[in-house]
């Protein structure tokens, strides 16, 4: 009789094991990759990289900023918001890298939100940061 509860007790570790490394084995992300080509079938690096912010000039005067980089001809936005109102606006295209400012302005106490967008031949991205004043 001690046997067979030895040997069932046994069988049961056994598929419990089994169970276990099976769960334990399973894929745990999939990824999924996409590429571009250019005319000559090179393939074209998505590196974009874009930051923004608001700088204190002096006293009350900002002027918001968007930087960024990405390979090939780029142009660089900036919006500067208060509230859902746009108050100033700002691009710069160049070659690898670019900053676009907005023109230097007095601003009053509120929230303030800067939108930074790059585009170039890998697409469009964009950044946000909001600023309490």
Not at 91 to 112: C, E, H, I, N, P
Not at 119 to 129: H, I, K, Y
């Amino acid at each position: 009789m001690q046997k067979k509860v030895w040997a069932l007790l046994l069988a049961v570790v056994c598929l419990m094991t089994m169970t276990v490394g099976t769960v334990s084995a399973a894929p745990q992300e999939v990824f999924e990759y996409s590429i571009t080509v250019d005319e000559n079938g090179d393939i074209v690096p998505y590196a974009n990289s874009i930051s923004c912010g608001l700088t204190n000039a002096s006293g009350s005067n900002y002027y918001a900023w968007a930087s960024g980089s990405s390979a090939g001809s780029i142009t660089v936005s900036v919006y500067l918001y208060k509230g859902s109102s746009q108050i100033n606006q700002a691009s710069k295209s160049g070659t690898s890298s670019a900053t676009a400012k907005t023109s230097t302005m007095t601003l009053s106490s509120g929230t303030y939100t800067v939108r930074g967008y790059i585009t170039s031949g890998s697409g469009t991205d964009s950044a946000s940061r909001n600023y309490n004043i």
